[in-house]
């Protein structure tokens, strides 16, 4: 997330004026100086395909070739190429999760690829209200704040709605069909160390996903029998795209078909790991 004290001094949209109206940010605080006109790569929320964006976010992303996407499997998570699976979220063997770079980030929103390169669907934030964007504008302190995601597939249809409730120092993640039905909550179970949560289902733990290093970089997934069942490489973007923007990129391996709950714990976990993981423990990731 863009702080208070990396996001880069330029024209921005007013946080507390009207949306047509520029101030100048001088990279420590906002100025008294201020433009009509429009943040150039800013799209409007109601232009981002059904997401809950603002004007106020510089959005540089573009969707990913498919060359870019295959490369990133294959060279970057170390994964062979594999038959097909269904074309849907829940019926590919790898998912390729993308966050759309921005260079100021209000909303969490992730494009999902199959290891082809083919768009299976899309992970947006939603509910946030204008003040709370403007606190995740000049702090960190939306992490300890709830956040809810929408999954949607190819169509914008929402599959599953993710909730992760305000929090202290553990986290938790509540999984539910868009049609409200609780599907289990993934739970964190430390806070020191190499980070863990479980999956939780009708009170049991029917599996898990574990940080590899105390750096969260990498995550095994395992079954109730500690059996790894997946796993979730996070890819290298390259210095540049790292270092001036938000965007953190995953890609997920299931190693054998699944059934719900696990699969859409599975699935929910890699779509989540940022807002869920990282996002709570910057200083970790």
């Known amino acids: 997330m863009t702080t208070l004290s990396n996001t880069p001094a330029g024209w921005y949209a007013d946080p507390v004026g009207t949306p047509d109206l520029l101030r100048y940010w001088d990279g420590t605080q906002w100025t008294e100086h201020t433009n009509p006109g429009t943040v150039p790569g800013a799209v409007p929320a109601q232009q981002r395909g059904g997401g809950e964006g603002s004007a106020w976010e510089v959005d540089v992303s573009r969707p990913a070739d498919p060359a870019t996407v295959q490369r990133q499997v294959r060279q970057q998570a170390g994964i062979a190429p594999g038959a097909p699976g269904g074309g849907s979220l829940f019926t590919e063997p790898v998912l ?13 929103e992730y494009t999902v690829y199959d290891q082809h390169g083919n768009i299976l669907g899309s ?31 190819a169509h914008g249809q929402p599959h599953l709605v993710l909730t992760r409730p305000a929090k202290l120092i553990k986290s938790k993640v509540l999984v539910q069909r868009a049609n409200g039905e609780p ?7 430390n806070a020191f160390g190499k980070i863990t949560f479980g999956f939780m289902y009708n009170g049991q733990q029917i599996g898990a996903i574990k940080a590899e290093n105390w750096r969260a970089w990498n995550f095994a997934i395992v079954d109730h029998t500690e059996t790894e069942i997946a796993r979730i490489t996070k890819t290298w973007e390259g210095l540049a795209k790292t270092m001036f923007t938000t965007a953190d990129n995953y890609v997920l391996q299931i190693h ?29 990731g």
Do not use: C, W, Y
């Open 183 to 189: 599907l289990g909550e993934i739970v964190q179970q």
């Open 256 to 284: 054998r078909p699944l059934a719900d709950p696990l699969l859409s714990m599975v699935v929910a976990s890699a779509l989540t790991v940022d807002t869920a993981l990282k996002q709570d423990s910057r200083g970790l």
């Open 96 to 108: 390729v999760v993308n966050q759309k770079a921005k260079l100021i980030e209000l909303v969490n």
């Open 123 to 153: 992970v947006v934030e939603v509910g946030q209200s204008t003040a709370k964007k403007v606190l995740r504008f000049v702090s960190s302190m939306d992490q300890f704040l709830t956040h809810r995601l929408e999954v949607r597939d």
